[in-house]
């Protein structure tokens, strides 16, 4: 095994890892324009930021379109495609600006200081772009935040999201004046403009609250009147509540939740009619949870995007609601389409061994092209990378169980190597076929295969990209048949010669926190446990997380209605007698689930004994978002591994 000084792969360079977060196809297809995150970290910053870049299609190389110390995003092509709208924090809030796409300064068409626009749109004719935004706060209520008179009545008041529409202006010397569209207690979420450039379709529930979304709705609204009433079409329950407009105006795509509504999710797309009459389903996707991409250029097919397996998959789906046809079937997992009118997608494709990068695909043929690939930062690390590598296994119960192996880079067959467990989030989360050396997982793959450690990811029931059944075949059983799963995927690297069963570790986050909780409850076999945001108290997580609905549903009832079920699946209630040293990590604002369930797991483990540590990150929710925290979280999680289970001390007490 190579010495720990002679390690290159370290998170603090990883973390300059050029992340594509969104992609848009101009309207004619010949050019892509980009986000790319990177991060900023100076003495008083320590940020995210993503900066926009534009690419054409035929070969040529990418062009920077912006640049400093602020985020830039949202990128939207104008329906000529001579212009480029995008969101930037330049003015210090998340504005409106525009830029011409042969180049030239943007000018700025909103400018709202006190709260930030969320997403935008185009007109079909080009002159109006309709708006996201919270309000703004009121002068009231401004002035009672002054004075320190605002108590908030909880569960009440909310910032509710609405619709704007502002008048398309070149270079304006006096900023055209925005309209609020919609108004009231709702929340938009999406929106999609009909061909006659009057009338928006939005999807909205009834608060921000991610806990309603079983109540989003679908409805329409007049952008020409004032004080239009929207006329809803239907309630659609969906998570993403994306809707598309047909090319000829007549219908609005949208995924829609099967009834009964689960927090699991099996759903597909529907289409809706603009002038009433009856919804027609789509065929379903094999996941049964599709996500919408867009219309066909000739209105008879609808596009979109699920998980299979560790891959990922685009569908056309006939408007006749025949069955589906897939538009890819290769390994390359895909992420974030977007398409043009004409039909195209963009996406970002990456593999194992394959940075993420700009691809584009015509649907008719399938056929996809590499269109930009951003370049690695100039210290990215002169390693190789590890072998990774699809297996599966045989669950105890017959069931086949897939999972990603990540081998050390000094592998050599017939030798056993210590393991790392990492369980992802969810429970409806999955592995996937992403770049082993990007920063996004929790565990940071590389680094831990150069100490010489194997990692295994493994998608026990209850994943998605395995439909419906094999997603909800942890209903009420969490730490059940999950847990079998993941410990016959150790086994089974155990008896093939590649597992140490001496030397075991696990980590997970959020619900991979949770298993990795229960793990340590229920056995000794692991040396040392990194346990991220992990649910610990189910009751107590019912209680105070900012989704109470999500428990009773996996579980069948509320608590006080059948308790046993919270006992019996909760790690906390398992704790007496944990021996695995444990390092606990939770952001100090975590509302999914509160740090509160760290610290029970924490002061059970001190109270016991128990090698044990703590590490709050503060201004955090539920995932870390801040660069220097990040890193911070990774490198702790390598170390803690690094000492319990190879007996070397890390950097950290």
């Known amino acids: 095994m190579a010495e720990k000084t002679a390690c290159q792969w370290k998170i603090e360079k990883q973390i300059y890892y050029p992340l594509i977060t969104e992609v848009m196809p101009s309207p004619d297809g010949r050019r892509v324009v980009y986000a790319v995150r990177e991060p900023l970290m100076t003495d008083d910053k320590s940020e995210f930021l993503t900066h926009l870049y534009l690419a054409p299609t035929d070969g040529g190389d990418p062009v920077q379109l912006t640049f400093g110390e602020y985020s830039n995003r949202g990128a939207q092509w104008s329906p000529d495609g001579r212009y480029i709208a995008f969101l930037s924090t330049r003015s210090g809030k998340a504005n409106i600006y525009v830029m011409r796409a042969d180049g030239g300064e943007a000018w700025t068409l909103t400018r709202y200081e006190k709260t930030d626009v969320a997403a935008l749109k185009w007109s079909p004719d080009g002159k109006q772009i309709a708006f996201t935004m919270v309000e703004p706060p009121s002068e009231e209520k401004e002035k009672a935040q002054k004075a320190k008179n605002d108590p908030k009545l909880w569960d009440e008041d909310f910032d509710f999201q609405h619709l704007y529409v502002v008048p398309f202006v070149e270079g304006p010397r006096t900023l055209p004046e925005a309209r609020q569209i919609t108004h009231g207690r709702m929340h938009v979420i999406d929106f999609d403009w009909l061909p006659d450039g009057r009338t928006l379709a939005f999807t909205h529930r009834p608060t921000p609250m991610a806990e309603d979304w079983p109540e989003t709705r679908l409805s329409l609204i007049a952008t020409d009147e004032d004080d239009a009433t929207p006329r809803e079409l239907a309630v659609i329950a969906d998570l993403q509540a994306k809707p598309a407009v047909s090319p000829d105006g007549q219908w609005i795509a949208c995924a829609t939740s099967d009834r009964p509504i689960r927090w699991a999710f099996a759903g597909r797309i529907v289409l809706y009619p603009v002038n009433g009459g009856e919804p027609r389903p789509l065929a379903?996707?094999?996941?049964?949870?599709?996500?919408?991409?867009?219309?066909?250029?000739d209105g008879k097919e609808v596009y979109a995007w699920e998980y299979s397996g560790v891959s990922s998959q685009i569908w056309a789906l006939p408007v006749t609601g025949e069955p589906g046809r897939a538009v890819t079937d290769n390994e390359r997992l895909k992420t974030l389409p977007g398409i043009n009118r004409r039909g195209q997608i963009a996406f970002v494709g990456q593999d194992f061994h394959e940075p993420n990068a700009v691809h584009l695909l015509d649907p008719a043929t399938g056929k996809a092209q590499c269109v930009a690939r951003p370049a690695m930062p100039e210290d990215w690390p002169d390693a190789p990378l590890p072998k990774a590598e699809v297996i599966r296994w045989k669950a105890p119960d017959g069931l086949e169980i897939e999972g990603i192996l990540i081998y050390p880079l000094d592998y050599?067959?017939?030798?056993?190597?210590?393991?790392?467990?990492?369980?992802?989030?969810?429970?409806?989360?999955?592995?996937?076929?992403?770049?082993?050396?990007?920063?996004?997982?929790?565990?940071?793959?590389?680094?831990?295969?150069?100490?010489?450690?194997?990692?295994?990811?493994?998608?026990?029931?209850?994943?998605?990209?395995?439909?419906?059944e094999f997603r909800f075949a942890n209903h009420a059983d969490w730490g059940g048949g999950d847990y079998a799963d993941l410990m016959a995927g150790v086994d089974y690297l155990i008896e093939q010669g590649i597992a140490d069963p001496d030397r075991l570790g696990v980590l997970g986050w959020s619900y991979g926190g949770y298993m990795t909780s229960w793990i340590i409850s229920h056995t000794d076999r692991f040396k040392a446990a990194c346990v991220g945001a992990g649910v610990t108290n189910l009751i107590a997580m019912n209680g105070t997380s900012d989704i109470p609905s999500f428990l009773p549903d996996y579980f069948d009832y509320e608590f006080w209605d059948n308790l046993q079920p919270y006992l019996d699946h909760s790690p906390i209630f398992h704790a007496?007698?944990?021996?695995?040293?444990?390092?606990?990590?939770?952001?100090?604002?975590?509302?999914?689930?509160?740090?509160?369930?760290?610290?029970?797991?924490?002061?059970?483990?001190?109270?016991?004994?128990?090698?044990?540590?703590?590490?709050?990150y503060p201004r955090q929710k539920h995932s870390i978002e801040e660069p220097r925290l990040a890193i911070d979280v990774r490198q702790r999680a390598v170390e803690w591994l690094e000492r319990w289970i190879l007996g070397q001390d890390g950097e950290h007490d």
């Open 576 to 616: 007496k007698g944990v021996s695995t040293p444990t390092l606990i990590q939770h952001g100090e604002e975590d509302e999914r689930v509160p740090l509160g369930q760290g610290r029970e797991l924490y002061n059970a483990l001190k109270r016991q004994g128990v090698p044990v540590k703590m590490v709050i």
């Open 284 to 297: 379903y996707t094999p996941d049964g949870q599709s996500s919408l991409i867009g219309w066909s250029e």
């Open 412 to 468: 050599e067959p017939g030798r056993r190597y210590p393991l790392i467990l990492e369980i992802h989030g969810g429970p409806a989360g999955v592995f996937s076929r992403g770049f082993v050396a990007s920063p996004e997982r929790y565990a940071n793959a590389v680094a831990l295969a150069e100490r010489g450690f194997v990692v295994l990811r493994p998608n026990p029931r209850g994943s998605s990209g395995y439909g419906k």
